[in-house]
């Protein structure tokens, strides 16, 4: 009797188990995002956390392509006008419906945000003069010069519900405040998910900053419902516990195992894996403008960055093969420009950026610094694969040739705000292309930034190239393919020559899952549990 | 100089030769203690020679090769030197960096718990001295302090004012000095009600006097002893900070980063990087425990 109840009562709770198993998600990242805000920072994990809530007019598959999202469809007239045709019987996860109004509202909010870092999302849409809407599921966009890569630029840029805030009949005129009568939302608001309102495929359930962020399945999403009703998304920034995770059985996916232990995983038939190359380049950028720099300490008292043959030297100080090898364990190709070769507008043959430190220190000599100068280099720990490593690994190198290095290594989330605030002297960063194009590093970080700071919205480093400025101005307003991929060529190459950014690699992103799933691996590094299918 | 004070401090020096030679006794007596002593005399001075023993200064970039990374114990390096503990990810000699792990590791422990120490006891008397208000205020600071977990002020305090030793350094004091400022209270308060010190009073002595020459010899004791079991809390709080990356620089590495940077390479089965810091960590604290603690009880201090 008693023993029948028991297995009765065990068999009950795994058939009620079983399911609610099989339907959740439990998936650890590398790289925590920094706020449930769509709109707060145009960063990698925040944009692939955000693409679960909420939706863009438009979409990228895995390879970068662009697809239809919210708007089914797109046509251009040849000059800066664009008019995008928007999805019908679409409903927010409140249950209001999606119009043109929240389109005008969300391009708006991204001017409005006084929380948003280095203006993210306004250089999209401060490049928009109109945004009309001649009905109800139309939305005309005109930009200021013509702006070939709007489509790929709008997948990114996440659409609000207009009704998160009182109004009057909304237009896209900032200085009006658009219609907006009650507070722009800032970033707490959606953080603690009252805001967090989208038409994605699932919605906010909770955000514990560096414990988790839970979803759930959006019921009124308008596409194909997901196959999982519960998704947990834990950071877990080191690679050893994160592997762990997995292994014990912890964590369905797991974002870059280390790649030394890819093999342990390959060996394991309950585990499964996928490598793929990304767009994203790791680089070092340097302090050219001011004097003296902060971290910058030379004999002289002068700022030996802005002296174009320190560059050089630098860059002829690190061996990244030797880095590639020892740190990266192979997984990243060596960078010799900031977009990987066969990409839109890359370098078809870039010249090898060689190792000789011979030379290098011949360059320091040349310009002055016989005895070399002293360097803090500044990196995130927490944000790149072994970012923290790469960089001491370089201050290596920078040292045996006589600048003396020190690594200041610190949590993204101090770093971010610190670097945009131009404290460093030489910082690690890292990009991928959201786009594909190279454009798209070229008009955020060298490009001198404009006024309406559509470009060079990264360029901490004070770089001012007026002949590269040209060019990629010009670039980005070229609507003719040839032509465009040619001048972001010629544009490319000043980069490279001016020195004021240093590549060292492309990052390789590996996932890891359970045996029962399978990921197909995007190219732009996003973790997306819309990708994770049930391996059958 | 004046009678009371000839009169005690010969009557203390004989008490004092005779506890001395009773704590030597029980320190011999023991094993544990004896090798205790003998294991931390061993670490100081592997510590204090560290730049002229260690095969390699781990804390000169130049020295360092990437192309050595995570050799096992044992390998020879491209150099030709033999890493006997093998390297970190860095290619550092983890041999060497040990050697000078535990010199910063010690240099904190000992430099910080003598700043608290000083700030402690400067309280600890100023408020019994005194009474009245200024004990109210300074022991309702000490208790807001002790109040809060020390590694929580330790790390806000870091976050802010950034990485390096000598930050580390200040945290650490900041954290410890509260605990040397309640016992140096309790300590002084007992002495003060002592008849000498009454005497002292009636002399008419300045107070400043009374407090360093009278009141602080005769109460320091039982707050030293407790101090060597505090800096072994001071290391350790050191190694954390480092551990959660707040502490010294990651190019100079003290034990608690060696064992952080070794961490993540565990599960790779890359031991060597966290275990050796790790052991040498662990022999530190423990001996530094073992003889904090027989001298608390052969002193008969409730810490």
Request: proline letters at 6%; charged letters at 20%; aromatic letters at 8%.
């Amino acid at each position: 009797m008693h023993r029948t109840l028991i297995s009765a009562f065990i068999a009950g709770t795994c058939l009620l188990s079983a399911p609610a198993w099989a339907q959740s998600l439990k998936i650890a990242l590398s790289s925590e995002p920094t706020a449930i805000d769509p709109h707060y920072h145009d960063l990698t994990p925040n944009n692939a956390l955000i693409a679960h809530i909420f939706d863009g007019l438009t979409k990228q598959d895995e390879n970068q392509k662009v697809l239809p999202n919210l708007a089914t469809s797109w046509e251009n007239d040849g000059k800066t006008r664009w008019t995008f045709k928007l999805r019908q019987g679409v409903t927010f996860s409140n249950g209001q419906p999606f119009t043109a109004d929240d389109v005008i509202f969300s391009f708006c909010r991204t001017l409005k945000n006084e929380t948003a870092i280095a203006g993210s999302f306004a250089d999209i849409t401060g490049n928009f003069t109109a945004v009309e809407a001649p009905d109800s599921h139309t939305i005309v966009i005109t930009t200021k010069a013509p702006d070939p890569l709007l489509p790929n630029f709008l997948s990114g840029l996440a659409i609000l519900s207009s009704s998160i805030v009182p109004h009057d009949k909304l237009a896209f005129d900032a200085a009006k405040n658009c219609g907006v009568t009650g507070t722009w939302p800032v970033v707490g608001d959606f953080n603690d998910g009252k805001l967090a309102i989208g038409t994605g495929p699932y919605k906010f359930k909770s955000y514990t900053k560096g414990t988790s962020v839970e979803l759930e399945r959006n019921d009124k999403y308008w596409g194909p419902a997901e196959p999982w009703a519960n998704v947990t998304f834990v950071p877990v920034p080191n690679a050893g516990p994160r592997l762990a995770g997995l292994l014990a059985g912890d964590y369905d996916v797991i974002e870059n195992p280390a790649a030394r232990d890819v093999s342990r995983i390959r060996d394991d038939k309950r585990f499964g894996y996928v490598i793929m190359p990304s767009t994203r380049v790791i680089y070092f950028q340097l302090d050219v403008e001011r004097e003296p720099s902060p971290f910058v300490k030379a004999e002289n008292g002068k700022n030996p960055l802005k002296d174009p043959r320190v560059r050089k030297a630098m860059s002829l100080a690190i061996d990244r093969d030797a880095i590639i090898k020892r740190i990266m364990d192979s997984a990243a190709e060596p960078a010799y420009q900031f977009l990987p070769n066969g990409m839109f507008g890359a370098l078809a043959n870039p010249p090898k950026l060689a190792y000789d430190p011979a030379a290098a220190k011949k360059l320091l000599a040349e310009a002055g610094y016989p005895n070399g100068f002293q360097l803090t280099l500044s990196t995130t720990n927490d944000r790149y694969i072994n970012d923290s490593q790469i960089t001491q690994a370089v201050a290596q190198y920078l040292t045996q040739v006589g600048i003396r290095s020190e690594v200041d290594a610190m949590a993204r989330a101090i770093y971010f705000p610190r670097r945009s605030k131009k404290e460093f002297s030489v910082a690690l960063g890292g990009w991928g292309s959201t786009s594909g194009e190279a454009s798209s590093f070229l008009r955020q970080w060298p490009a001198t930034p404009d006024e309406a700071k559509t470009i060079g919205g990264s360029n901490y480093g004070g770089y001012n190239d007026p002949e590269f400025d040209k060019l990629i101005r010009t670039a980005i307003v070229t609507l003719d393919d040839a032509k465009r991929a040619e001048i972001l060529q010629q544009a490319g190459t000043k980069v490279l020559e001016g020195g004021a950014f240093i590549p060292l690699h492309f990052e390789s992103t590996i996932w890891a899952y359970k045996a029962n799933l399978k990921y197909a691996g995007r190219a732009d590094q996003f973790t997306m549990a819309m990708q994770v299918k049930s391996a059958k | 100089m004046n009678p009371s004070r000839t009169a005690t401090s010969a009557v203390a020096a004989d008490a004092d030769t005779a506890l001395r030679q009773k704590v030597l006794r029980r320190i011999r007596s023991r094993p544990t203690t004896r090798g205790a002593v003998i294991l931390l005399g061993i670490l100081l001075l592997l510590a204090l020679l560290a730049p002229f023993i260690a095969p390699q200064n781990p804390h000169d970039l130049a020295s360092l090769s990437v192309m050595d990374n995570r050799l096992e114990p044992g390998s020879q390096g491209m150099t030709g030197i033999t890493y006997w503990l093998g390297t970190d990810a860095q290619g550092r000699d983890m041999l060497s960096a040990i050697l000078y792990g535990l010199r910063t590791s010690l240099l904190v422990g000992l430099t910080s718990t003598a700043g608290a120490l000083a700030v402690g006891i400067l309280a600890g008397l100023t408020a019994a001295q005194f009474g009245g208000a200024v004990d109210a205020v300074i022991m309702r600071i000490v208790d807001f302090m002790l109040g809060f977990p020390s590694i929580l002020i330790a790390l806000v305090l870091l976050a802010s004012i950034g990485r390096g030793v000598d930050k580390v350094i200040v945290a650490i004091i900041l954290v410890q000095w509260a605990q040397y400022a309640r016992l140096m209270r309790a300590a002084a308060l007992v002495e003060r009600r002592k008849e000498y010190i009454e005497a002292a009073v009636n002399f008419g002595l300045p107070t400043r006097h009374i407090m360093l020459a009278h009141l602080l010899p005769n109460s320091i004791g039982s707050v030293l002893v407790v101090s060597t079991i505090s800096i072994a809390g001071a290391i350790t709080l050191e190694a954390t900070l480092s551990f959660l990356g707040v502490g010294v620089p990651v190019t100079q590495p003290s034990l608690g980063l060696l064992i952080a940077n070794g961490f993540e390479f565990l599960l790779s089965g890359e031991y060597w990087i966290a275990a050796f810091p790790g052991i040498a960590l662990v022999l530190l604290i423990m001996s530094l425990n073992l003889v904090g603690e027989r001298l608390r009880r052969s002193f008969n201090v409730r810490g």
